[in-house]
């Protein structure tokens, strides 16, 4: 059974730094394409940041240069690391796991989701 568990998230000031992690089990870690998305109150899922199954990243646009995504295929982890928040990153943080192709900003192109994990920004 595969399971993503994501961690790391909490309050932060703006201008701050968190860094998210997600553990993945039941799957071959190294042959899946991995994600970050986000959901905000009242607003749409939307992709932060991903990487495919051959290590290439893909951002939004809204958090280039900001954030970074990395993996452990050691340790079958993902990471994300936030720096320079800003009030508009609050929401919850889902990491996500695919094996079809395609862009890797596309939610529905994922088989498997974790709970996810709540960071909220202030001014």
Do not use: H
Not at 8 to 16: F, M, V
Not at 20 to 36: F, H, P, R, V
Not at 83 to 92: A, F, I, M, Q, W
């Amino acid at each position: 059974q595969v399971q993503l568990v994501e961690s790391g998230g909490g309050s932060a000031q703006a201008g701050g730094s968190l860094r998210l992690s997600c553990a993945a089990s039941g799957l071959t870690y190294s042959t899946y394409g991995m994600g970050w998305f986000r959901q905000a109150p009242g607003k749409e899922r939307e992709g932060v940041a991903a990487c495919d199954s051959a290590g290439a990243t893909r951002y939004a646009d809204s958090v280039k240069g900001r954030f970074t995504i990395s993996q452990s295929n050691a340790k079958n982890t993902l990471y994300l690391k936030m720096n320079s928040l800003k009030p508009e990153d609050t929401g919850r943080y889902y990491c996500a796991a695919k094996q079809r192709s395609g862009n890797c900003l596309d939610g529905p192109l994922y088989n498997y989701w974790g709970q996810g994990t709540q960071v909220t920004v202030s001014s």
